[in-house]
DNA sequence: GGATACTCTGAATGCGCTTCCATGCAGGGA
DNA sequence: TCCCTGCATGGAAGCGCATTCAGAGTATCC
């Protein structure tokens, strides 16, 4: 019994000592119905004595598939809030302060139903964060470890995506609209029809005219196309069209409240209601209100986009667009599967359906 | 130009293109300083322009390591939950059913925690979950593609751990303590600490005498060390110790709201202070108590345990005691990359330590 | 009873890469 | 000028497994 010492025993092991070749103890892990019950289960056996555990690496190079997909997806923490972190970490760092990127990342909730959804089809799941920066560099390299990656960061560059997208499927999660169409699969959410379902709401059901909408960076897809339901709204009822968002924030907790307070000193006798490119802004903007006694949705309704579950549990409940998170990386698993049976299969680009959900902060329930 | 068709450009066709042996393309990817400075060029030049991508594969197997660390954690979701998850993913399911689970699973931050390590050291990390009853299988199945893996089950059958800790580094998360101590690394959470120093600060700095403990599941190791911390600071105050948890919760919003009525129902008169195992629970109790008319903290305190970012953001803001949940996957990374340099490095447990954020409900600061 | 058709198993090959060892070559000291 | 040293590169041997191709063994049928 030669053990290798190193890393385990293998194949030639267990099939010594199985009494049997090494070709009958792959198959007995890999298509075990090929393999007479008697001969399988003294391989198996075997396999028990010995800790067996086969190396995915040699599975993966001779069978030329690794059973692992990835995600790729920015890592927002820059060097200095991860050294923050790990201060917080230690405690030495007052309570209270940064913790908006902790605060319901949104690729939680995709890793998730990627996670889940990779598994039952008998795969893993490799993450990986990296900063947009890096991504060029870090991108071939979890590459190379999957056989299917789902990209979550909007600005990948260009040429890493098509060199990688040459090697393996790969679909773009909720990416730059512009970007890369027609040349890869796709997954989108349905950012426009969202924001212009429930501003359509807020002016007829509420009837509220005076809407300020809070973007998010300019560079950001998602938000842009939120704000483009808004004006599409406003078409539709007739309203003046808005061509610019009334402010914009970077779509933390600290800009919502920054944005509302702005625009309550601003435009804060004429303005019925705030409609805010994400939750977490919208969130912030309901603590700033209250303090300053602003009732809401008495004086003043406030929106949000996400659905993230904080929205529910502050007062009043928040009314949003809820995104299927988890329904991303679940879907995601499935293109990457389907073209992986046919690579030749046509390039898609489903949007995944968005759904308003009314609350309290616009007025309506309870 | 030979490139198969199959799966991509290989070393091979690098070091064609680039007229040098595979030794030398090798060498340039892996350690580029041993190659004259215009070879190299000559390398990356032909891997950039045939889309090379090194297969983790291969070099997996012919280095004998992966350069993926893993994070083993149980799936909360029954196939129930499962299906629920989706339905309402599509949107076909009522509002506010059911997100508990969604809510903040404290295994995100985990992850982020030892993703970024990870990736610092130069490794991926693979995450996988698995409903407990089905860890077993799961557990080898991971152990193959990785060089190191952490455990952030309870309850992990004994001899797949065992198996799998003989192959590679592994290190139990905030495990069971009675469980595989002295043969494995484990890293746990000071429970017992932060909540005896909590309950201290209830009863020496508020005068508080009657508290009640609404406990977690009895299975739950981290929940049994925090009554325990609760009755030793009973201990150290002189005051009579209680023998149990007032009583129990599965440790979600609604367990909690239950919890606090009944517990409301039954001793309203003489409480203090409601001490729950975990936030979850704490601010599902907060939202009860204010429908019920209940001033917290002036007529009752309420306490947690956890430190999630919701705690921070209701009203009012919950004092709890804290866990480096991110702090705790560095710390898995790091102990597995000092077992895997030195296998024969004695047995380690820290433990981390918690610290108590006191904040409005248990009657602190604003 | 012998040929035919299966079923089960073993030998051998190769997946793409790392790494040890050998080789070629330039430069420096004798 | 020659030998030795050191560096840059090539040759070649696996890493552990999947898989193809044959061969051995067994059951079936006429």
Redesign the pocket.
């Known amino acids: 019994m030669s053990v290798?010492e190193?890393?385990g025993p293998?194949?030639?092991d267990v099939?010594e000592r199985a009494?049997?070749?090494?070709?009958?103890?792959?198959?007995v892990?890999?298509?075990p119905d090929?393999?007479?019950a008697?001969?399988?289960e003294k391989v198996l056996a075997a396999g028990q004595e010995l800790g067996?555990?086969?190396?995915a690496?040699?599975?993966g190079?001779?069978?030329?598939s690794t059973g692992v997909l990835g995600l790729f997806f920015p890592d927002f923490a820059d060097p200095e809030a991860e050294a923050q972190a790990e201060a917080r970490a230690e405690g030495s760092v007052p309570d209270g302060a940064m913790e908006d990127v902790e605060l319901s990342f949104y690729g939680d909730e995709v890793i998730r139903g990627m996670e889940r959804a990779a598994r039952r089809r008998g795969y893993a799941l490799l993450i990986a964060a990296a900063p947009m920066d890096r991504a060029g560099e870090v991108l071939p390299e979890v590459a190379g470890r999957v056989d299917g990656l789902a990209v979550l960061a909007h600005h990948v560059p260009a040429d890493a995506l098509d060199m990688v997208s040459r090697r393996l499927p790969v679909v773009v999660l909720a990416g730059d609209q512009a970007r890369g169409r027609g040349s890869v699969d796709r997954i989108d959410v349905a950012n426009f029809d969202g924001q212009m379902e429930l501003t359509r709401h807020l002016i007829e059901d509420h009837g509220l005219r005076d809407l300020a909408f809070i973007g998010g960076p300019e560079d950001s897809p998602d938000a842009g196309a939120r704000f483009r339901g808004f004006q599409a709204a406003h078409l539709a009822a007739g309203l003046p069209l808005p061509e610019l968002p009334a402010t914009r924030g970077d779509l933390t907790l600290a800009a919502g409240r920054k944005a509302a307070l702005e625009l309550l000193d601003r435009d804060g006798a004429r303005l019925q209601g705030l409609v805010f490119a994400n939750d977490q802004m919208a969130v912030g903007a309901l603590h700033a209100l209250a303090e300053r006694g602003v009732s809401v949705p008495g004086d003043l309704a406030v929106t949000g986009f996400d659905g993230i579950p904080l929205g529910r549990l502050v007062r009043p409940a928040l009314t949003t667009v809820r995104q299927p998170m988890p329904r991303l990386g679940e879907r995601a698993v499935e293109l990457l599967l389907a073209r992986l049976a046919d690579r030749e299969r046509p390039v898609v680009s489903p949007t995944l359906p968005t759904a308003v959900a009314r609350r309290a902060s616009c007025g309506c329930g309870a």
């Open positions: 290798s190193t890393s293998t194949v030639y099939a009494g049997v070749s090494i070709a009958t103890v792959s198959r892990y890999r298509n090929t393999v007479r008697a001969t399988r067996y555990v086969p190396s690496s040699a599975r190079l001779a069978s030329r």
